[in-house]
């Protein structure tokens, strides 16, 4: 059945859905003409004024502080490390854009000279339910989370959302992104990372830049990890070829993903197998805590590669800490398998998966059905705008991956 009348076209994951969502890239997309986009969405919010002001101004800022990096380059003090990490990101993106079809523009042509504050991201969920707790914006539809660039701002949230007895969770995220109404620069912070993160965060951001399905956090930011951890493979592969050193941790580090998306698949079956039974609450509550206990002595048995980019087995288990993470690996094997069928071509891959994703009511239900089928390995394929034609959206703003764990999602 054909869906989507009310998605957001190609947008990734927001800050405040109608404010530039936390990139889901690593870089945060705003230009001048972003009063009158940000006029509409104080009209529309469902969130205070206070809470948009507060958003508005700090990508204003991010923005305001643009310069081209190619300018940067030229600065005969720029020091090498940091010469060669803008070199990259603008390989990269221009990577993005020739052999992955993604809509970049503007994104990522530049760096933002300023300290960027840190999103803080909040999510919820019900303590016998295994489903998040979302808030609503104008266009894009229910969000799983709401990033805060205050701390006392992002406590106060959870504190009202644990007095009406929700689980809560809080990270800090890595990056947020406009879903590509603003040419997101690229935040200082970033430079830090590794090449690998570097790259992966970079086609993560892009990805929501250039499909974002209204109200489906779980498959937009799954998509977007699958598209930054392949896109990653194939970009080092195109620049250093499948032996490098480069090439063969980022593949490592993509099947560490698959079977970490396997240990919270099988995880999230057996919580919601405690959650539907016959128990009462308090029984539920009281063996849900030994589940999460044995849960975590299972995390510690897997390979170290796998473990090493969550803190999942120390830190307090609950319904949204767990959600937290399980939204950025739900399903990565389908991906994975679409992948295959489509000859090893990450653009067509991705093609397929977005087309699919739109012909059902739950995206994941229509990728599924694509697998069933004979899938297409050569056409004339559209991903970016074109692919998500006439569908409206205001501008959220997406948050990219907290920093601990290394996920995130849209600045809501």
Same mark, same amino acid.
């Given at each position: 059945?054909?869906? !989507?009348?009310?998605?957001?076209?190609? !947008?990734?994951?927001?800050?405040?859905?109608?404010?530039?969502?936390?990139?889901?890239?690593?870089?945060?997309? +705003?230009?001048?003409?972003?009063?009158?986009?940000?006029?509409?969405? +104080?009209?529309?919010?469902?969130?205070?004024?206070?809470?948009?002001?507060?958003?508005?101004?700090?990508?204003?800022?991010?923005?305001?502080?643009?310069?081209?990096?190619?300018?940067? &380059?030229?600065?005969?003090?720029?020091?090498?490390?940091?010469?060669?990490?803008?070199? &990259? $990101?603008?390989?990269?993106?221009?990577?993005?854009?020739?052999? &992955?079809?993604?809509?970049?523009?503007?994104?990522?042509? /530049?760096?933002?000279?300023?300290? *960027?504050?840190?999103?803080?991201?909040?999510?919820?969920?019900?303590? *016998?339910?295994?489903?998040?707790?979302?808030?609503?914006?104008?266009?894009?539809?229910?969000?799983?989370?709401?990033?805060?660039? =205050?701390?006392?701002?992002?406590?106060?949230?959870?504190?009202? %959302?644990? #007095?009406?007895?929700?689980?809560?969770?809080?990270?800090?995220?890595?990056?947020?992104?406009?879903?590509?109404?603003?040419?997101?620069?690229?935040?200082?912070? &970033?430079?830090?990372?590794?090449?690998?993160?570097?790259?992966?965060?970079?086609?993560?951001?892009?990805?929501?830049?250039?499909?974002?399905?209204?109200?489906?956090?779980?498959?937009?930011?799954?998509?977007?990890?699958?598209?930054?951890?392949?896109?990653?493979?194939?970009?080092?592969?195109?620049?250093?070829?499948?032996?490098?050193?480069? *090439?063969?941790?980022?593949?490592?580090?993509?099947?560490?993903?698959?079977?970490?998306?396997?240990?919270?698949?099988?995880?999230?079956? =057996?919580?919601?197998?405690?959650?539907?039974?016959?128990?009462?609450?308090?029984?539920?509550?009281?063996?849900?805590? $030994?589940?999460?206990?044995?849960?975590?002595?299972?995390?510690?048995?897997?390979?170290?590669?796998?473990?090493?980019?969550?803190?999942?087995?120390?830190?307090?288990?609950?319904?949204?800490?767990?959600?937290?993470?399980?939204?950025?690996?739900?399903?990565?094997?389908?991906?994975?398998?679409?992948?295959?069928?489509?000859?090893?071509?990450?653009?067509?891959?991705?093609?397929?998966?977005?087309?699919?994703? =739109?012909?059902?009511?739950?995206?994941?239900?229509? $990728?599924? %059905?694509? /697998?069933? /089928?004979?899938?297409?390995?050569?056409?004339? *394929?559209?991903?970016? !705008?074109?692919?998500?034609?006439?569908?409206?959206?205001?501008?959220?703003?997406?948050?990219? #991956?907290?920093?601990?764990?290394?996920?995130?999602?849209?600045?809501?």
């Amino acid at each position: 059945m054909n869906r !989507r009348t009310g998605a957001s076209k190609n !947008r990734g994951p927001q800050l405040f859905p109608s404010f530039l969502r936390f990139f889901c890239s690593p870089f945060p997309r +705003f230009c001048l003409h972003t009063g009158s986009w940000l006029l509409a969405t +104080f009209c529309l919010s469902a969130c205070s004024p206070a809470y948009v002001l507060r958003a508005g101004y700090e990508e204003a800022r991010i923005l305001w502080n643009r310069k081209p990096i190619v300018e940067i &380059l030229q600065r005969p003090n720029l020091d090498e490390a940091t010469r060669a990490k803008l070199q &990259l $990101v603008l390989r990269v993106r221009q990577f993005a854009e020739h052999d &992955l079809k993604f809509d970049v523009d503007g994104s990522y042509a /530049t760096l933002s000279e300023i300290e *960027t504050p840190l999103l803080y991201v909040v999510s919820a969920a019900p303590k *016998t339910k295994l489903e998040p707790y979302t808030w609503w914006f104008p266009i894009i539809g229910s969000v799983a989370y709401k990033g805060y660039f =205050k701390e006392d701002a992002a406590r106060q949230e959870v504190q009202a %959302l644990q #007095r009406k007895d929700y689980d809560t969770a809080v990270v800090r995220a890595l990056a947020f992104s406009t879903l590509g109404w603003f040419a997101d620069p690229l935040l200082p912070h &970033l430079l830090k990372f590794d090449q690998e993160i570097l790259v992966n965060t970079i086609i993560h951001e892009l990805l929501h830049s250039t499909f974002y399905l209204a109200g489906e956090t779980a498959f937009n930011e799954s998509l977007a990890n699958f598209a930054g951890h392949r896109g990653a493979i194939a970009f080092f592969m195109h620049e250093f070829g499948g032996e490098a050193p480069l *090439t063969r941790r980022a593949m490592t580090s993509w099947e560490s993903e698959l079977i970490l998306s396997s240990f919270f698949a099988e995880s999230a079956e =057996k919580l919601q197998a405690l959650y539907s039974s016959s128990l009462s609450e308090e029984e539920k509550l009281r063996q849900r805590e $030994v589940l999460f206990t044995h849960l975590q002595e299972e995390f510690r048995t897997l390979p170290h590669p796998v473990r090493r980019n969550t803190d999942f087995a120390s830190i307090k288990l609950n319904n949204a800490v767990f959600l937290q993470q399980y939204v950025y690996v739900k399903e990565l094997a389908l991906f994975e398998r679409v992948y295959q069928q489509s000859g090893q071509s990450l653009q067509l891959a991705l093609a397929h998966i977005m087309e699919a994703a =739109k012909k059902e009511d739950d995206p994941f239900a229509g $990728v599924h %059905l694509l /697998t069933e /089928t004979s899938i297409p390995q050569s056409a004339e *394929t559209t991903i970016g !705008r074109a692919a998500i034609a006439n569908e409206e959206t205001s501008l959220p703003l997406e948050l990219s #991956r907290p920093l601990v764990p290394r996920r995130s999602g849209p600045l809501l």
